[in-house]
Nanobody, 117 residues
Framework: QVQLVESGGGLVQAGGSLGLSCLAS????????MGWYRQAPGKQRELVAG???????NYVDSVKGRFTISRDNAKNTVYLQMNSLKPEDTAVYYC???????????WGQGTPVTVSS
């Protein structure tokens, strides 16, 4: 089994910063893609940022220039640094990984981020 444990969510004022981290553990051979998704109340879950095993990144347009995704392969950990936060960034943030060999996807339990205006 694979477990993902997220940390770092919370309440912050608009313009502030938060950092999220997600540690993957269990039966992991090699992780291909790691990513962060979010789901706001009444909305569909959306991809916020992804990072490949080679370090290539992609971001949803609304967070470009404000959020940075990174990973530590030795620690099976992915990070999301969120700066210049806006109220519209308020959501539950979920970590996701896709394994290289099995191509299975795994999700974290979600961590809430609330940005007050």
């Amino acid at each position: 089994q694979v477990q993902l444990v997220e940390s770092g969510g919370g309440l912050v004022q608009a313009g502030g910063s938060l950092g999220l981290s997600c540690l993957a553990s269990g039966s992991i051979t090699e992780i291909n893609v790691m990513g962060w998704y979010r789901q706001a109340p009444g909305k569909q879950r959306e991809l916020v940022a992804g990072i490949s095993s080679g370090g290539g990144t992609n971001y949803v347009d609304s967070v470009k220039g404000r959020f940075t995704i990174s990973r530590d392969n030795a620690k099976n950990t992915v990070y999301l640094q969120m700066n210049s936060l806006k109220p519209e960034d308020t959501a539950v943030y979920y970590c996701n990984i896709r394994l290289l060999v099995t191509k299975n996807n795994y999700w974290g339990q979600g961590t809430p981020v609330t940005v007050s205006s």
